[in-house]
């Protein structure tokens, strides 16, 4: 299990990325740190991991694996300033990266021993939404594989959805569609759910399921809220983070309320609210799937929670408390 987070260069207490070996069941032991800046974002590929540093300068730091542990690699910048999301196209074999800041998608070969990777920028187009403090311009904030070999990136800014296809030879993406979402929801996190594509809305608490239209772009079939209006937490507050499928459950991840939101299938086929549990911490910005338990990286809290996950979905409370600084992403290899 990898785990980065926020370190000191954005006022975080982490120290970078840290190894865990172990198992749910016997339980996790840190056997590395390494050291980086904001690795905020990991993505494993064959035999490397590599962290999107969400820094000004805007970096990819990509490690070898050897038998479990980091062997650092190279470094190749990111396409922008605050790169937050990256992740393997399975199309072109490239590392596709969202660059927050920057408004920006990255380009740039997976392979972690080429110390002179080049990045192809390809800008998202200038957008605006009504949240000003935050749509006040295009940001990239997630990258997502379509099974048609394109990818998608998530524009927070204007509240659209590009598609991109990245050329398996030059590795230049060029747009080939855009998708509208509603006003103010500041599209952030993916998931497929069969055909189905789910997206959080970061902003308007909703999470968005969408179909493929005749023309080819993508269309919102319905919207539902990420969380159970009947219940009452501490802060009332909803941003909506990461969003996962497993075992027909769909998860999404609520800050501020702190919670963790299963969503299943009613009688109409639509998803609906069947649960919402603390997320054993503060600030659940990421979270991965594992083993039948949820690992959420609180980072407000410095913790990653282990929530058993019962026959019914729904996580219950932590088994595991695992304390490390402001952690921001948990991977599996």
């Keep these: 299990m990898y785990v980065g987070g926020y370190t000191a260069s954005s006022g975080g207490t982490g120290e970078g990325i840290t190894v865990f070996e172990g198992s749910g069941d016997s339980g996790w032991r840190a056997m590395q740190v390494v050291q980086a800046d904001d690795p905020t974002f990991l993505a494993v590929t064959e035999g490397a991991l590599h ?13 070898t694996i050897s038998a479990g542990s980091l062997v650092a690699a190279s470094v190749a910048a990111s396409g922008g300033t605050a790169p937050c999301h990256l992740v393997l196209d399975p199309a072109s074999g490239a590392l596709v990266v ?26 998202l187009p200038i957008g605006r939404g009504p949240v000003l403090d935050r749509q006040d311009g295009p940001h990239a904030h997630n990258v997502m594989p379509t099974p048609e070999g394109t990818v998608l990136v998530s524009d927070l800014g204007s509240d659209r959805i590009y598609e991109v296809r990245v050329d398996p030879v030059t590795l230049e993406p ?18 497929w759910l069969g055909d189905k594509l789910l997206i959080t809305g970061e902003l308007d608490g909703r999470l968005h399921v ?3 239209t005749e023309s080819g772009s993508f269309g919102v079939d319905y919207s539902v809220a990420a969380y159970d209006a009947r219940l009452s937490f501490a802060s009332d507050e909803v941003l909506l983070s990461h969003v996962a499928v497993s075992d027909g459950y769909v998860y999404a991840a609520v800050r501020g309320r702190d919670t963790i939101t299963v969503f299943a299938p009613g009688a109409d086929g639509r998803l609906a609210v069947t649960a919402e549990v603390p997320a054993g911490g503060h600030w659940p910005r990421h979270f991965a799937i594992e ?9 407000l809290s410095h913790t990653v929670a282990v929530l058993p996950i019962g026959a019914d979905g729904v996580p219950g409370a932590p088994e595991l408390q695992i304390e490390l600084g402001s952690p921001s992403c948990v991977v599996f290899a």
């Design 174 to 191: 060029s747009f080939i569609g855009s998708s509208a979402l509603p006003s103010g929801s500041g599209p952030r996190h993916f998931a």
């Design 51 to 63: 962290a999107a540093s969400e820094t000004v300068e805007g970096r990819v730091v990509s490690y």
């Design 98 to 123: 969202a660059n927050y800041t920057a408004g920006t998608f990255g380009v740039l070969a997976a392979d972690a021993s080429d110390p002179a990777r080049v990045t192809r920028v390809l800008p």
């Design 291 to 299: 083993g039948g338990r949820l690992y959420v990286a609180n980072q």
């Design 210 to 212: 969408l179909s493929r």
